[in-house]
C-alpha cells in the first residue's frame, strides 16, 4: 500500500528552529509538497521538491531524499503564527496526490 | 497558481435535507478536480476525484449516491450532500491539480447539520 508517516504533534519554542519529519512509500514519484493549515482554514502551499536537495524559501527550507523516501521541513525562527499542521504530500505515478495525517506544531512563548 | 473560489464558506442546514457546494477554477481550466473532506483534527480525506464530462470516480466507503458530483464544465464542479445527516457535518475542500504542479485548494466549505 501507499502511506505517508509524519509525527502527529511537536512542540517547539518561539524564535527557535524546529525540523518536522516525512517518509513515505508510494508507487512512483513525481513530487513531494508540504503545506500550511491553520484550524478551519484550507491548505496554503509551502513547498515542492522533486530533486534530492534542499529548496530555501526565507524562513522555511525542505529537503528531499529520494533513495530514502524520506523529507524533512525546517522552519527558522520561529514565530507564534507558525502555530498550525503542516501536511506532506507525495504525487505518485499517476499524478495522484497521497496525504499524510499532518503533523500539528504548537509554538510556546 | 491557479485560483479556486469554493462557495459557500460555511452551511448550516436541517437534517434530511440536501446541500450543495461550487467549486470554480477561476483562471485553469481544470479537466480534474478532487474533493476532500476532513473531520476535526483529522487529515484530508479525498473522497472522488471530478473528470469533466464524465462520471467521478469515488474512493472507497464513500457513497456516491450520497455525495453526487457533477463535472459539467471545465471550470465548476459541484459535490451535493444529499439527505445529509448531522454525520455528515465537517469540513469540505475542492482543489485543483495538474501534472506535476501543487494543488490548489478553495477555501473549504463548513458543513454543520442539525
Request: glycine content about 8%.
Amino acid at each position: 500500500g501507499q502511506n505517508i508517516d509524519q509525527p502527529t504533534e511537536m512542540t517547539a519554542t518561539e524564535g527557535a528552529i524546529v525540523q518536522i519529519n516525512c517518509t513515505y512509500q508510494t508507487s512512483g514519484f513525481n513530487g513531494l509538497f508540504w503545506y500550511q493549515q491553520h484550524a478551519g482554514e484550507a491548505p496554503t502551499f509551502l513547498s515542492y521538491n522533486v530533486l534530492d536537495g534542499l529548496e530555501e524559501k526565507g524562513r522555511f527550507s525542505s529537503f528531499l531524499s529520494r533513495s530514502k523516501g524520506y523529507s524533512y521541513l525546517l522552519l527558522k525562527e520561529l514565530q507564534m503564527k507558525d502555530s498550525a499542521s503542516y501536511l506532506c504530500a507525495v504525487k505518485n505515478s499517476n499524478y495522484q496526490l497521497i496525504w499524510g495525517a499532518g503533523t500539528k506544531l504548537i509554538i510556546k512563548p | 497558481g491557479a485560483v479556486v473560489s469554493q462557495h459557500p464558506s460555511w452551511v448550516i442546514c436541517k437534517s434530511g435535507t440536501s446541500v450543495k457546494i461550487e467549486c470554480r477554477s477561476l483562471d485553469f481550466q481544470a479537466t480534474t478536480m478532487f474533493w476532500y473532506r476532513q473531520f476535526p483534527k483529522q487529515s484530508l480525506m479525498l473522497m472522488a476525484t471530478s473528470n469533466e464530462g464524465s462520471k467521478a470516480t469515488y474512493e472507497q466507503g464513500v457513497e456516491k449516491d450520497k455525495f453526487l458530483i457533477n463535472h459539467a464544465s471545465l471550470t465548476l464542479s459541484t459535490l451535493t450532500v444529499t439527505s445529509a445527516h448531522p454525520e455528515d457535518s465537517s469540513f469540505y475542500i475542492c482543489s485543483v491539480s495538474q501534472g506535476e504542479t501543487e494543488a490548489f485548494f478553495g477555501q473549504g466549505t463548513r458543513l454543520t447539520v442539525v
